[in-house]
């Protein structure tokens, strides 16, 4: 019984094609409301939408973009001006030309950074294996996670910093990598298709900075790698659908 709302906006419809449309488009405005009541009460209706926008680059059997009707009030105190006040909605233009797909603009939302995460655990499941004390072998994962675009092939490169308490393992991973790093790709669309850790892609560093990746571990646990820098070969795909996303695992030992 109080003021209605207004009617909507057309909004906009825009159509590529190459031949005639069998088809009636409609982006008219919305009608006001009316104010339904009987009594002397006198609220403002609605007003009715503005028509919207309707392109093309092809026939098209009919285009309508029509204002929207005002809204009126039943109220016995104004039947000589039902509208009071309310006012139909401006024609739009239902007969525009549609840019070409190279220049239609289109808006998405800001590229996500590349994330890395890294966390440690103790190896071991029983007994002081499973402890962080002196002397035991901790894994630690290095989670890397593209949600963006894509990334040029071969340059996705990962530097660890190697805790001073712990040294790092530089020989085979474990029975079933004989590589010190283990490569675990995402699974299904998350996959990243990078190929890790063959001769070439694992280099260390007696150094906390610096460009000298030319030091020669010992293959056992090696207290002079300050730190791991890792190379995978391969361009990364967009992430934009399904983060893309690889873990690399090392072993490091907590320091007597």
Do not use: H
């Amino acid at each position: 019984n109080d003021g209605p709302g207004g009617g909507g906006a057309g909004g906009t419809i825009v159509i590529q094609s190459t031949g005639t449309i069998s088809a009636q488009l409609s982006a008219n405005g919305g009608d006001g409301g009316t104010q339904l009541i009987t009594n002397s009460e006198s609220e403002g209706p609605g007003g009715g939408g503005g028509g919207g926008v309707v392109a093309t680059s092809g026939g098209v059997s009919a285009t309508f973009a029509r204002g929207g009707a005002n809204g009126i009030t039943t109220s016995a105190s104004l039947t000589e001006f039902v509208p009071n006040g309310a006012t139909q909605g401006a024609e739009g233009q239902p007969s525009l030309t549609a840019p070409s797909l190279t220049a239609t603009p289109f808006c998405r939302a800001p590229d996500a950074p590349v994330q890395v995460f890294k966390a440690s655990r103790a190896t071991g499941t029983t007994g002081d294996a499973r402890l962080r004390i002196p002397g035991a072998d901790q894994t630690y994962t290095i989670t890397f996670r593209n949600p963006g675009p894509a990334i040029d092939a071969n340059s996705v490169v990962i530097t660890d910093i190697v805790p001073s308490q712990v040294e790092v393992w530089t020989g085979a991973f474990d029975g079933s990598v004989s590589t010190p790093v283990s490569f675990v790709d995402g699974s299904g669309a998350a996959a990243t298709g990078l190929v890790c850790c063959q001769t070439g892609a694992i280099s260390y560093s007696t150094s906390a900075t610096g460009n000298d990746f030319s030091y020669t571990p010992n293959g056992d646990y090696d207290p002079n790698v300050r730190r791991v820098r890792i190379q995978p070969t391969g361009a990364v795909p967009d992430g934009y659908d399904t983060a893309r996303t690889f873990e690399l695992l090392l072993r490091m030992r907590v320091k007597e």
